[in-house]
């Protein structure tokens, strides 16, 4: 199918948000005004009490068993337009990891939604995480919740016609009731019945993960399944466990899923979703097959997917269309059954030891974040390098690892120590100082508690051109 141009007007009280939208948003800032300070408060550090017994929503009939998803940044129309036309068993809209938030990108993105929901493939939305704010709008006089933003151009785009949705980044019981509120306030403002939408909670994050049950129970009218964000869980565990870490965590590359800690995370998501009846959705192949040499490619995607079956994964997300058959396949044979070990704080902790760092592999972790950092910038959230597909999760995992080998500082193969000076003097043969992806990362590493999410220090930090406050205004607490 060819997506036609459907730029209709636009108000300007509403920035990129049509009025049907615009006024949905209005409805879930009032019925959301006093979720925020649950919200935005630090996750505690222990999981929260167990749910009484529930079970889970039923799945959509149409997100059957074994189906690959191919997962496409939401304003990028080509890719959309080729995503539409693929043999994907259903599309996932990204405004979240693989979406850089300007406010071309963001009109393009709401632009484009009608033709996409005329799709006949079903289609699946990921919004953006509750603590992100939206360009230059406010509701009763607060910054506008890009979650909401997005949410409410989603299901408004067609009337009658409305995605399924990811919902990202669930770190705590706050979180997600607020995200019932406003799937509640929905239903009731489309004039749907209760439990008509249908939500996959993404556990990609260690808070998350501790409290993946509870954070079903909540949203439980409404969530068919739980899905595994494995980079941003990894960096959400080096985040939160690398302070008190006695020495450098593993490089990305000793962090795959077959890694005692990671298999412990699957079986986590794996065994709460049996448990409670809902569907587990496996994480993102991202690979970029070499187009002379597809391969080698194809088999890891296969393999990886075909591990997640055996774990009880009914359905993963590709990055690119040339890995549908490899994730579709991997799904469809299961790998040899491993014996699964019960799963325990110290199993979920079981990072290796990965002895002094390769001084080449802690460049690479730097040059990966800088070049993110600058797509980002740019208005490109997604990159290709080194064959992998590279995107915000990344690039915050990439970000987590250096400021916790710097804060231990890590011992490197060649002698020496990625001391603070150490690092700064890499950083900077690598990259100038008064580059914005230079200021950001050298913010994000040498802070002396890890920051949440890089979006929002940019904003802080005014490094945005745009910012989501507009030109040269700063994020509500924002320092120089």
Not at 1 to 15: A, H
Not at 46 to 63: G, K, Q, S, V
Not at 194 to 212: D, F, K, N, S, Y
Not at 353 to 368: K, S
């Amino acid at each position: 199918m060819t997506l036609p141009d459907r730029r209709g007007p636009l108000s300007p009280q509403s920035g990129p948000l049509p009025p049907a939208a615009h006024a949905l948003a209005a409805r879930l800032h009032a019925a959301l005004a006093g979720h925020w300070p649950g919200v935005d408060a630090a996750a505690p550090g222990e999981p929260p009490p167990p749910p009484p017994a529930y079970r889970a929503a039923p799945a959509p009939p149409e997100l059957r068993p074994g189906r690959a998803e191919l997962i496409v940044e939401a304003s990028d129309g080509a890719a959309l337009q080729a995503a539409l036309n693929s043999d994907a068993d259903a599309v996932v809209l990204d405004f979240d990891d693989t979406f850089a938030p300007t406010r071309a990108n963001v009109t393009a993105a709401y632009r484009a939604l009608p033709a996409a929901l005329a799709s006949p493939l079903p289609l699946l939305a990921r919004p953006r995480a509750l603590y992100a704010l939206a360009d230059g709008l406010t509701f009763g006089g607060e910054p506008a919740r890009a979650a909401l933003c997005d949410l409410a151009a989603l299901l408004t785009a067609v009337p009658g016609r409305v995605p399924h949705l990811y919902l990202p980044k669930l770190d705590t019981v706050a979180q997600a009731q607020a995200w019932a509120a406003a799937l509640r306030a929905a239903e009731d403002h489309l004039n749907l019945e209760p439990g008509t939408l249908r939500v996959c909670l993404q556990i990609e994050t260690w808070p998350g993960l501790l409290a993946a049950d509870r954070l079903l129970s909540e949203l439980r009218a409404w969530a068919y399944g739980l899905n595994a964000g494995r980079w941003d869980y990894v960096f959400s565990l080096v985040k939160t466990l690398g302070p008190a870490w006695a020495g450098p965590l593993p490089p990305r590359g000793a962090l795959g899923m077959d890694v005692g800690a990671m298999r412990a995370y699957a079986e986590v998501l794996a065994a709460v979703c049996r448990a409670r009846g809902a569907q587990a959705v496996g994480g993102t192949a991202a690979l970029s097959p070499d187009p002379q040499d597809p391969a080698p490619a194809l088999a890891a995607v296969q393999a990886d997917k075909a591990r997640e079956a055996a774990q009880g994964f009914v359905g993963a997300w590709a990055g690119h269309p040339d890995l549908i058959g490899a994730v579709r396949a991997g799904l469809a044979h299961p790998a040899p059954g491993v014996p699964a070990a019960p799963v325990t704080p110290a199993r979920l902790r079981a990072l290796p030891d990965p002895g002094p760092l390769d001084p080449a592999e802690v460049a690479d972790t730097a040059e990966l974040a800088l070049a993110v950092f600058r797509a980002w910038f740019a208005g490109q959230g997604v990159i290709v390098r080194a064959g992998r597909l590279e995107d915000t999760a990344t690039a915050e995992l990439a970000r987590a690892l250096l400021g916790q080998w710097v804060g231990v500082e890590a011992p490197l193969q060649d002698g020496t120590h990625l001391t603070p000076d150490a690092y700064l003097d890499l950083r900077r043969r690598l990259a100038p100082d008064h580059e914005r992806a230079s200021r950001l990362l050298d913010h994000l590493v040498l802070s002396p508690t890890p920051p949440a999410y890089f979006p929002r220090e940019a904003q802080r930090l005014g490094l945005c051109e745009l910012g989501l406050y507009g030109p040269g205004r700063r994020a509500p607490g924002g320092s120089p």
